[in-house]
């Protein structure tokens, strides 16, 4: 590491960036194959489910993973404090991916009940360390940068682990892949634990103030009735929004978003507006991420059934001895599901003659896309707010936001124009168009959500920045289970244009209603007399 280096960045943050990226090859290489495992048929190792109940527990997953953040940061900010907390969520974890190594329907939910727990305690507290190592005056300009960066290590995760994937699952099994995932997050906890002399600094539990409200009442004002109206949802007779499930994580969600509106009532004169600019933000906040992470869910079935996968011969031969290709053969009515599906709209210039093969790009590799993007392009962004920081020209985090959600909108349009290439989906797609979106998105996510993990930092009160990290998540909780939601209407849309003009109209709205807020935002921060 160089001097300017560490004078820029605290030491840290590198091993805050290694702990994550090690626990974001673990979880993006498990979601990776997660909608691809559960429409596998059960004979071949995979769940055999439908479309509609994958994007439903989809969605649930995403949403429940996103929820537990809450409780984990409110935890940490009041007792645990925050490396106890990282540890106990990473290992957790790690037991999840294991379980569902297990090809059994238990050991699937039980799994999946470990990572969503596991998380709850992981991700708003390493998330809140990176931003208290920027307190000191030394870095504290340097926060956003900081926060770019360690972004960056959560996509290096995120590229490596679907080669890794796409390997364990071709040549060994969907079990393979999946304790892959747990090895992974074994290595995290590893690095987290041997580099504690770097961030125990940071590990500070702020002391509460008169009035506030205390762990136990906080507890039992949320999470009995978010149980509660959780199990009211689910019972309601018929469906208020599309299924059981989508009921009661809507229904239980209430009370969390309940907690969270008080605690902006009830706050005192400096706090409250704050809080309030962050509620806003986070509102703003659920439609990204109700668009985004359709990658994991619309985008993969595109990617599996619509995108032209063929790999060219030169390219099949040295990606086919290490199990990063696929195998389709025409064998006409014989064919097999997989083969079936692909062939059923292969161009007849395209299509291998009877009894013939061809090789395809692995689905689970255009998983890493999205994280290439963003190891490319996050050295650009960060220069780029760099060199119009040096003239004093840097936008403000929250118009970084808008600018993100912006940006969003536009790749939604990219996979208008993959719509009407395909001509509705009656060819495959380049993939290219596919390529093109997820560049698009990348930059939006790049202005976006590494800044609102910044501004979450620059303007928590202290004692409950965990807890405020902790809302953050719960709108990217609420807007995974909409990505979930959106991706079941997928069938409904005869013309598929209009699924992604869809996403087009959700992200500008919210767009337009943070540009809205931006004058407001902006005055709260200069009362905080933050940048």
Known sequence: MTKSATAKHPKGLYVLFFTEMWERFGYYLMLGIFSLYMLDAWDNGGMGFSAFQK?????????????????????????????TSILIGGLCMAAGYFTLAIHDATAFYVGLLLIIIGNGFFKPNIST????????????????AGYNIFYMGINIGAFACNFVAAYMQIKYGWGYAFAAAGIGMLIGVVIFAGGGRWVKHADVIKPVQ?????????????????????????????????SDTNDAFIFGCIPVIYFFIRLYMKANADDKRPIGALLAVYGCLVIFWAVFHQNGDALTVWARDYTDREMPASIAQLADPV????????????????????????????MPAQGQSMKLYATQLYQSV???????????????WGWMRARKKEPATPTKIALGLVITALS????????????????????WWLIASYGVITVGELFLSPMGLSLVSKL??????????????????????????????????DHKAWFFTMNFALAMVAALMLFALLRWLKAVMREKNIH
């Open 370 to 384: 999205n994280p290439f993007w963003i190891i490319l392009l996050t050295p650009i962004v960060v220069g780029f």
């Open 323 to 350: 199990n990063m290709a696929e195998t389709v053969t025409n064998n006409g009515e014989a064919s097999d599901a997989a083969s079936a599906q692909y062939l059923s709209n292969v161009a007849p210039g395209r």
């Open 460 to 493: 928590s009160p202290p004692r409950i920045t965990a807890l405020m990290m902790g809302g953050f998540f719960l709108s990217t909780s609420v807007g995974n289970k909409l990505s979930g939601m959106l991706s079941g209407l997928w069938e409904s849309f």
């Open 129 to 144: 360390l990176v931003g208290n190592l920027y307190n000191d005056d030394r870095y504290r300009d340097n926060k956003d």
């Open 210 to 242: 008169p009035g506030d409200m205390g762990t136990g009442k906080i507890l039992l004002s949320t999470l009995v009735p978010m149980f509660a109206f959780g199990v009211l949802g689910y019972l309601i007779p018929g469906n208020v929004l599309g």
């Open 55 to 83: 994007s439903d527990i989809y969605g649930t997953y995403l949403g429940l993973v996103y929820l537990t953040p809450f409780v984990g940061g409110l935890l940490a900010d009041r007792l645990l404090g925050f490396r």
């Open 412 to 431: 939604a349009l990219v996979m208008v124009g993959a719509v009407f290439a395909s001509d509705n989906l009656a060819t495959k797609a380049s993939s």
